[in-house]
Structure formats: C-alpha cells, structure tokens
C-alpha cells in the first residue's frame, strides 16, 4: 500500500453548497488518487471541512487548486460567521496516516505554500509540525485578530509570513498550512442561550487557562438551534481522552443548572478516540480493538 | 463499499486438517473479496466452524463451492462426533455486518439453498429469520434426530425440505441455512465471589426469566480471581445494547451492595457494538459510524 496522507482544508463557506462541491471537484481533479473522504458544512459557523485522502505530491496538487477556486468564490470582505478565520482557505492540515511521517508532512506543506504563495500572491503561514518559530505553532495565535485585523498584523515584524507577500491577499486573507498528528472536532452542545456559559466551560477545560493537556475550545453560539455550544479540538485524544473532557463539561454545566443535551464529532474521527469511550464506560478490562471484526478484515486487506 | 456479511458454516470435520483447509481454499477462490477470517477445528466434536467475511453475492458463491469440495470430502455414514449434525455441511447462518439488512441475509440464504438444492440435489432447510414456519427457528428443532433419523423425518409432511429432494443426500444428508443477528459474548465481573448475586443478576437481565429480549444469562464463579461473573449472550445487540444491559447490571449489583469490577467482551464483536455505547455515553447526536477513519479506508479498500 502506499503511504497514505490526510489533508484537511477548513474553508469559510458552510452555506453555499454549491460552492463547496466546486473547491471538492477541483481538489479530486488535480490529484491523482485523490479522494475526498468526508464533507461537513456548518451554517452557523459559516465554513466547511473537508477530508482528502492521497499521496503527498498529489494532494500538494489538489490543495493548490482548491484555493485557486475558493479565492475565485469566497470573498472574506463580506463573509461572516461564528467560526474565527484568517483566509477563504482557512488552514490546511497534513496528517500522516500510514506510511509516512511527520517530517514528509512538515515538507508537503512547505511544498504547497510555496506553491499558493507563487502562484496566488497568497500570504502563508506555517503552523504546528511545521511552525517556523513557537508563537506559530498554535494555529489560534495566527488567526487572532482574524481577517478584519490580518493588515495590521502583518505590519509587525514578527508577523511575517513564512511564504508570500507582506499584505492579506484582498479577497482571501492568508492561509495557514501545517503539519500535525491526527485531531478530534468534538463539540459538546448546552441546554441554554447563554454565551458565556459555553465560555466559562470552554476557559475550565482547555489547555491555555489551566484545562486538559491537549484540548482547544471555546464557546460558539448556535442561533439556529437557540442553544450554545462548548467548541472543542482534541489534538491528542489518546492522552486527552473524549469521555474525561465530557465528563468535566458535563460537571462544570451542572454548576450552572444546566444541561449536556449532546455531543458531535465533525468530520472523521479515528476508531480508536471511540473505543477508548466505550472501554471507560463499559469498564472493559481490556483494549476491544484486536477484537473488532473490521478491524481483522482491515488487517487482511491492506 | 459493498455490503458487508458474515458466513459462518459449519462443516462436520474436525479431524483430517487437510480437508478443512480445502474446503476453505474452494470458499475463498470462488467469492470474489472473499476472506477466510477464523477457522476453529474440535476433534472430539469432529467439526469446525469457519468463518468468512464478504457481500452476499460473493458468500453465496464461496459457500456453494464450499458445500460441492464437502460433499466430495465427507461420508456422514462413518462420521461420529460429539456435536449433533444432520449435513457434512450441517449449518451455514449469514450475518448482516455492515450496509446489510436482516432481510437481505434472509434473501441471500434463500438463494444460496435453493443453488444447493438444485446443483447437488441437496435437500435444504431454512432457519432463525430464514425460517419459513415457527418451529423451524429454532436450529436444534430441525436437527434434532440428526443424520441418522433425517430419513424418516424427511418422510413426516412437517419436514418437507424448504429447498430440494424429500429423501436425504446419502452421503451429506441435509443443510440448515439462514440469517441471524450478530452474537456478542459479554461477561461482567462482580467484586464478589457470591455466586448467588451473579445468578439473581442474570435471572434478572435474561430474557427466560423476564429481562431484555436478547439477552441470556447465568452466573458462573470465577474461583481464579475470587469473584463470580455475569456472563452473558447478546443475541441483538442492535435492539439489547451492551451499554443498557451494563447499566441494568450496575444497578442490580448495587443493591446487593456489589461493586461491577470490569467486563469482558469474548472472541470477535461487530464495531457497532462498541460505537453504541460510545454514542450512548457521550450523547453523540448521530452514529458515529460513518464518521470512522478506519471505516472510510475499509470502504476504499474493499
């Protein structure tokens, strides 16, 4: 089999399905092999996340003629969404699956903002894995400020970016091209309206205000269903399980009377982030994995 | 991806190797995608069970292959065995994995005796959700008698076959074919080796004494670690989910003052299972199912 590589672009168009099937069709043309694995689009958010699957050089290929067609289709001037974002192709994450290695991801995304940097005039920072120094590391450090302060930003020395000219691309903002191991979009939905309980949750679980290790959240706003949404990134669910994260969001919500009426995974997820719950809750007194049957015709067939 | 179903026949040898790895080879070079995932020989039963993995139109051919190389192979006038059996190929259950109905497997056992029926004159009798009359869901019903009396019964107008001749094969009698839910083996241990409190629990959750409707259970003392175990089948683990028999176990367990120490699943289980309670306990909004990494790769790979 050959080394196989995920590419995640998240771009911030999640209400003109149209549009998204257009960047999905031109990424799968210009790579060979290519697929697309999964599509999820918030309206709220007002973005969508795409799955690709591929060898490196193809989906080098592929990312490179998704922006092109999303700089043609999204205009970040008039765009507006829950979701924080700095470019019409927002970030654009390598993963390594099977086959290859960090590294080959950290040179695939060097490769491809070079490449949207020549050919688009499109600024380009690299994060995590591949983060040129520590403050770029952490994907919410590039972003803030968002589009409507990128100009301002990039005045500041330190704020150059890795590949492109100094000034946002008018229409498109920057994109943020990385590295990183595989990661879980988790967010855990609250029975209430009320913003600043997603936040003070959000604040009790993640990373950079004293929470969990390898967890990113905030709290999101859902104006459709009336009810706010504590907006996690699990980025090592193996030390970081999913299950202590909603057991802590769910003690913290009942401090405040209110409920968890559920969660949801966005885009894919590894088998392992669900086991992993289902052996902590079930008490299990061992991993199930050896013992899923998929898992034994996955093992015959690869 | 294709539909994905479980073929698990059962042939009655289980002494000459040879044999068993010749009807396994005939399974696997007639099913296209076929794949042979365990194989289980008992010599004091003389017999063994094999299992494969394929979409249905592949194991109908692989397990009309399979019959033809037995019926070749194996001589149930001098077969002597533990286990009770009416067929060189005694029975042959389909199981619907994945992207397949109960109603499909009931289809395809459908087709499958009927081609034994016609290319071996092999009389053919269907069973579980197969069964084409009540008192032949039930497997020991329509064996009962076995080889040896099948002649006779074969002549009462209550066993005329489904498919094929009303008089035994005379070398391979006659096979059993149908479709069932997926079994789930799924112990939980007690801390305490009061063998009473594991037998209420069980009476308490099986379907014989009044508990869920695919679940049985016993009480089994596990003198090795000093406890005593609840060790159950789940016979649908879709209607009679592991994470609400667990619950009811817990809680059962607590009024007897009992702590539930851990559970254990035995041989292979379905992912679904397991997703169901990770969905279950995390709330998830959806099944998660088609979200899997490994399930996206499965279906790209089969």
């Known amino acids: 089999m ?13 209400r003109r399905q149209d549009v998204v099937s ?8 210009a790579g ?3 697929v697309l694995l999964d599509r999820t689009s918030d309206a709220d958010h007002n973005r969508s996340v795409l799955t690709f699957l591929g060898d490196g050089d193809a989906l080098v290929a592929s990312m490179t003629a998704l922006v092109g067609a999303a700089l043609g289709a999204i205009d970040l001037r008039t765009h507006r969404g829950a979701h924080p974002r700095v470019g019409a192709v927002d970030v654009i994450p390598f993963v390594p699956l099977r086959g290859a290695t960090a590294a080959d991801c950290v ?15 499109l600024p380009v920072y690299l ?47 920057a994109t943020v091209v990385g590295a990183r191991a595989p990661l879980v979009a988790y967010n855990i939905n609250l029975g209430t309206s009320d913003l600043a309980i997603a936040d003070r949750i959000a604040r009790a679980i993640r990373h950079l205000s004293g ?23 699990m980025t090592n669910f193996e030390k970081t399980p999913l299950h202590r994260v909603f057991e802590t ?31 902590h809750y079930l008490r299990l007194e061992a991993d199930p994995s050896p013992q899923v049957l998929e898992n034994k015709l996955l093992e015959r067939l690869s």
């Open 249 to 279: 969001v769910k003690s913290e919500a009942s401090r405040h009377g209110v409920a968890v009426v559920g969660s949801e995974i966005v885009g894919l997820v590894p088998q392992a982030a669900l086991l992993a719950a289902a052996e």
């Open 22 to 29: 257009a960047l999905a069709n031109a990424a799968v043309e």
């Open 127 to 173: 994060y995590e894995d591949a983060a040129t120094s520590p403050d770029r590391q952490n994907l919410a450090n590039i972003r803030k400020g968002e589009f409507e302060g990128l100009a301002a930003k990039m005045a500041e020395p330190a704020w150059i970016p890795d590949f492109g000219p100094r000034t946002p691309h008018p229409t498109g903002g």
């Open 211 to 233: 929470g969990y290790r390898f967890v990113k959240a905030m709290g999101v706003k859902l104006d459709a269903r009336g009810q706010v949404q504590v907006s996690i990134n």
């Open 2 to 14: 050959a080394a196989l590589i995920e590419c995640i672009p998240n771009v911030s168009e999640g």
């Open 107 to 121: 040179a695939f995304a060097k490769t491809l903002g070079k490449a949207l940097a020549d050919r688009y005039g």
């Open 32 to 34: 060979e092999g290519v």
